[in-house]
């Protein structure tokens, strides 16, 4: 299964709707369409759903960025010597 992440380019407020989109494999426009029909017919609950999900969901990782592991010293230039 893969992992949802908020989307950094299917962005049109935080990219819930967009990482969502991304992770179905489906167009991030029916995600956000499907969504605000929800919050409507709801009255407002989907709008609690997307703050919600967009404090637990984390932001999609930038291309290439650093990721410390265990072989990689966590601060660089503070390698141990060997």
Same mark, same amino acid.
């Given at each position: 299964?893969?992992?949802?992440?908020?989307?950094?380019?299917?962005? =049109? $407020?935080?990219?819930?709707?967009? @990482?969502? #989109?991304?992770?179905?494999?489906?167009?991030?426009? +029916?995600?956000?369409?499907?969504?605000? =029909? $929800?919050?409507?017919?709801?009255? @407002?609950? #989907?709008?609690?759903?997307?703050?919600?999900?967009? +404090?637990?969901?984390?932001?999609?990782?930038?291309?290439?960025?650093?990721?410390?592991?265990?072989?990689?010293?966590?601060?660089?230039?503070?390698?141990?010597?060997?």
């Amino acid at each position: 299964m893969q992992r949802i992440y908020r989307s950094r380019n299917e962005r =049109v $407020l935080a990219g819930v709707c967009g @990482g969502i #989109g991304v992770a179905a494999d489906v167009d991030p426009s +029916l995600v956000r369409l499907a969504w605000v =029909v $929800l919050s409507l017919l709801s009255m @407002g609950a #989907g709008i609690l759903l997307y703050l919600a999900a967009w +404090l637990i969901i984390p932001e999609e990782p930038e291309p290439g960025a650093w990721q410390a592991s265990p072989e990689t010293p966590a601060v660089p230039g503070n390698e141990s010597p060997r």
